[in-house]
């Protein structure tokens, strides 16, 4: 199985500022054969089901706020939120689709400080 | 837009079999894989397996033995059987829609864009 590994397990930041987490993969999440890396990130508030914020690694859902991106390759993925909105306080988390079982990163939690 | 709403019982004793519905409304059943995804209090989630429009199903090796996943496609739902359970297995279960890439004669899925409510299911003697 592809063992995904996020950091920091939770970050409190303020106000308007960045704030950026990290998701590793134990192997390659990049499919050649349309080079793409199948990394999708997902937002989840206490009593809802996740929601999916970015698709191969940076393409955002519709709908989400272009403060949310994503990026890298390979094994290595960042989700960034530019500006930290207080409705952004919720876990984070990064999920490969490279192959199955389809793993979850442990999750994030973002406060504000 | 797409719904799914799901139910099923939310208390079972050890040893009985955990049986969830879900059903999609104002959507095509075909063309996505569809996932069941559950999380046990307080902590994250698992992959459980998805199953496409035409039953072929992928389960997470670590509960193969227990799991049934099925669709019926002239009603536009899924169902999840999870056989002998334990106190391991209370969770909020999902299901999923899984967006699909299709390359030639393979198709891969690459994100859970909807997704039900959640039903908790809670086992306890």
């Known amino acids: 199985d592809i063992v995904m590994t996020q950091s920091p397990a939770s970050l409190a930041v303020s106000l308007g500022e960045r704030a950026t987490i990290n998701c590793e993969s134990s192997?390659?999440?990049?499919?050649?054969?349309?080079?793409?890396?199948?990394l999708g990130w997902f937002q989840q508030k206490p009593g809802q089901p996740p929601k999916l914020l970015i698709y191969?690694?940076?393409t955002r859902e519709s709908g989400v706020p272009d403060r949310f991106s994503g990026s890298g390759s390979g094994t290595d993925f960042t989700l960034t939120i530019s500006s930290l909105q207080a409705e952004d306080v919720a876990v984070y988390y990064c999920?490969?689709?490279?192959?199955?079982?389809?793993?979850f990163g442990q999750g994030t939690k973002v406060e504000i400080k | 837009q797409v719904q799914l709403q799901q139910w099923g019982a939310g208390l079972l004793k050890p040893s009985e079999t955990l049986s969830l519905t879900c059903a999609v409304y104002?959507?095509?059943?075909?063309?996505?894989?569809w996932s069941w995804i559950r999380q046990p209090p307080g902590k994250g989630l698992e992959w459980i397996g998805e199953?496409?429009?035409?039953?072929?199903?992928d389960y997470n090796s670590s509960l193969k033995s227990r799991v049934t996943m099925s669709v019926d496609t002239s009603k536009n739902q899924l169902s999840l059987k999870l056989s002998s359970v334990t106190a391991a297995d209370t969770a909020v279960y999902y299901c999923?829609?899984?967006?699909?890439?299709?390359?030639?004669?393979?198709?891969?899925?690459?994100?859970?864009?909807?997704w039900g409510q959640g039903t908790t299911v809670t086992i306890s003697s």
């Open positions: 191969w690694a940076s």
């Open positions: 199953i496409n429009h035409s039953g072929s199903t």
């Open positions: 104002g959507g095509s059943f075909s063309g996505y894989f």
């Open positions: 999923a829609r899984v967006l699909v890439r299709t390359l030639g004669i393979f198709s891969r899925g690459y994100g859970m864009d909807v």
């Open positions: 192997q390659s999440l990049l499919y050649k054969s349309d080079n793409k890396n199948y």
């Open positions: 999920q490969q689709y490279y192959n199955t079982p389809r793993t």
